[in-house]
């Protein structure tokens, strides 16, 4: 359902016999940008049976105007006629498709109940389309006593017309071959201009775009923009984007400058909010016209909103922290639906996670759907925030942010999977606590730990020959292993956590 099938072959959606990622849902397929090559699918050809032979002005004849009911007379082989008549000399096509024929019928088909514009032709032409055939012209069909036969083979599309001049493809430019991406290869970014497309990158998550460089504005950068979890169609993955030769990348070491921005507020603790049994719960206050949930023995003490939900990535945490960030601690109150909205992410609600009335309950933002878990009043009598589930808002252990905060680079992506799948190939990952951790798909590999003061610009380097892993922070190996989960080839990823992340300097180097 596209005019050009244009993004990797991998990404959905499917072929429609599932063979092949997403191959053969437009009329054209072209997935190289690098070589500009393509192909016509025969849907093109299908369509050209109609658009070759008619203007606008054209209409269908009805019920068929060649004696028929819409089908060649003893088969299942359907048949349509239009006329056209604005333009001299005028002309009738017929066309016939045979998808659900088994064998060749020699078939008769009459032009005795043509309209009185159209005279009765000595010769009509014929074209064929099927799975090895385009558009393809077959002899032309002498026409006796107002009829011809044609023989009609099973699984095509013919149309025969009384006009002429028609053609098969013709492309205007010649058709560059099909070729591999040459490696090595190498962008700084610094040939965009800001908010422009990345060639070669498609986003499976997140928003990626060229930038200013945020430590020298003058000089461009590639950067993630978004930072709120979208409302979700299908479950979304965290920000990353693929590029590359899915076939043609084997053995080779891709490497990128990468710089995470922790999201505001910016601590690297706070307290989780957790629902809990209300016997001794924590105590609240809520201040309509500050938006403020205070905490009673501690009103310099917010409900305020942080981080995400590893169970549903990019949620963001209801947290317990100093009230210094007005707009990340204030609230609206939907009385109507007993729903609290964070003024930040305002189609949200404050939810219990799992729709859970058990202790220690984690309690974050969702797109509100006013289940019990999202519906909450104040207790004035006792000052709990008391949800319909039962249970009060209380103040659980700290959360270490650190580990929400990453960027990524992967290699050897070579299939997609949806509903919040990571990139299924191996992946090197540096968060902001300094923890970094190489991955095959969704399972961990190796960890370890780097010194240094976080967030900082860090070169990440991830090679891949045969079997062998190897990983590099700013030059220095930290790790090297052996893993066969993806040991064939496939596309390089960069990726990041629900923030902004900048990258430099990306490079892919075969080895």
Known sequence: WTVIFSWYYILPFSRPDGSIGGAGHGLMYATEPWSGHYSFQ??????????????????????????????????????????????????????????????????????????????????????ITNASLGLNPLAPIAVVNKAFSILLQPGAVYTVTTSTGQHGPAPKFPNPPSAHFSLPYHDDFEAYVDQATVKYFTDQGGSFNAAPNPDDPAQMVYQQAVTLHPIQWDTNPDPYTLMGDVTGFVDYATAIDALPVAPAPGPSHALQAISTPCQGATQWVWNPSSGQITMRDSPTTCLGVYGSVPSYPGNPYAVVTACNEPVPNQWTYESAKRAFHPVSR???????????????????????????????????????????????????????????????????????????SPPLGYCFKLYSNNTWVVSAGTTPLRSGQISGAQPSWHRLELSVKGSTLTGSIDGTQVVELADLAYSSHGMVAVGSGWHVAYYDNFTITPL
């Open 42 to 127: 025969p849907t093109l050809y299908v369509v050209a049976q109609t658009t070759q032979f008619s203007y606008p002005g054209c209409h269908y004849l009805q019920p068929g105007g060649t004696g028929s009911s819409g089908y060649v007379p003893g088969t299942k082989a359907s048949i349509v006629v239009f006329l056209c008549t604005q333009r001299t000399p005028a002309h009738v096509s017929i066309v016939i498709e045979t998808t659900q024929e088994h064998v060749a019928t020699l078939a008769t088909i009459s032009l005795d109940n043509l309209p009185a514009a159209i005279a009765t032709p000595a010769l009509v032409y014929p074209w």
């Open 346 to 420: 305002a189609q949200s609600c404050l939810d219990i996670l799992g729709d859970s009335s058990a202790p220690n309950a984690t309690v974050f933002t969702y797109p509100c759907n006013y289940d019990a878990n999202e519906q909450w009043i104040f207790d004035s009598a006792s000052a709990h925030l008391v949800s319909q589930l039962g249970t009060c808002l209380s103040v659980g252990p700290p959360i270490d942010f650190g580990s929400q905060v990453y960027t990524q680079i992967c290699s050897r992506v070579a299939t997609f999977e949806r509903n919040g």
